[in-house]
């Protein structure tokens, strides 16, 4: 499987970091007592990676491996695709981001792609969308709709569609936007060149540093991505991400805000781990976040 208008945007999810049970590859850089949300930089690690709804290059369903991946990064904030609720059998209708989260001690928000009614009365609502796990605390969570072209519909158009999630984390005191984002996979960039039009205009409404991760499904140099590079730098990781088994293709991206009073962010480090327990490689970079307050 593969707006937010200040108007028109859905109802807020409030999360107060929904918390399930109370994330390449250096150590961790060492955590800053700092507590100012202004006047010095925050270091903070984060990550993106398409989970392939739990199953490895060898599309066995594992999420023990996941597991163990996902926590040898070592990531504050992580970024979430192909992240299945209660789908189906080839994630044994289980709940991928609540497991996650409770497994690795980590906050959630889900912001689900397809949310459908269940074969059963009473039984969870089948699911599919993004995800972001964060050390943390989520102090409120959206989730935004942008242009897609559903793969649930024989008959697609391209139309608004929920899948767009976007996070506040409280880092030390200093409030960050984090967006999730799994960009259209077809070959023709038509509803790709939407999407990154949808997303701009989304996150342009929001003051302070911004972080958006996801798999974009185009390289970097791509026609129809090259719109996001004129506010986002991309953090590049200098290898490819796609397909986990020998990656030919750079298709997952950490891209962060700059310039500004207080919406900077600095790339310190970035890479690829390898990785076999998706069908996607992590990306996984260190940042400094310059202090500021939201407007």
Do not use: C
Request: no cysteine; net charge positive; glycine share 8%.
């Amino acid at each position: 499987m593969p707006l937010r208008r200040r108007t028109s945007r859905l109802p807020r999810l409030l999360l107060t970091a929904a918390l399930f049970g109370a994330l390449v590859a250096p150590p961790a850089a060492a955590a800053t007592t700092d507590r100012s949300p202004s006047g010095r930089d925050v270091p903070l690690r984060v990550a993106t990676y398409n989970i392939h709804a739990g199953a490895g290059v060898d599309g066995v369903f594992d999420l023990d491996r996941q597991t163990a991946e996902l926590r040898a990064l070592r990531a504050d904030v992580i970024g979430l695709q192909e992240v299945d609720r209660h789908w189906g059998d080839r994630s044994e209708w289980r709940d991928l981001a609540g497991e996650l989260a409770r497994r690795l001690r980590l906050h959630v928000s889900f912001a689900p792609i397809y949310s459908l009614d269940p074969a059963r009365p009473g039984d969870p609502r089948k699911e599919y969308g993004v995800a972001v796990l964060s050390r943390y605390r989520i102090v409120s969570a959206e989730n935004h709709e942008i242009t897609r072209l559903s793969t649930q519909d024989p008959n697609p158009a391209p139309a608004p569609a929920p899948g767009f999630g976007e996070v506040v984390v409280r880092v030390r005191g200093l409030p960050v936007h984090v967006y999730t984002t799994h960009l259209d996979y077809r070959p023709d960039p038509a509803v790709r060149v939407a999407q990154v039009a949808d997303t701009r205009r989304i996150m342009a409404e929001d003051r302070g540093p911004k972080i958006l991760l996801g798999d974009f499904n185009a390289e970097p140099a791509a026609p129809e991505l090259a719109p996001l590079w004129r506010e986002l730098a991309d953090a590049d990781p200098g290898a490819p991400t796609f397909p986990a088994q020998d990656p030919v293709k750079r298709i997952d991206f950490v891209a962060v805000s700059r310039g500004g009073p207080g919406t900077g962010i600095t790339v310190r480090k970035a890479w690829v781990p390898e990785s076999v327990a998706s069908d996607h490689r992590p990306v996984v970079a260190d940042l400094s976040v310059r202090g500021g307050r939201d407007r």
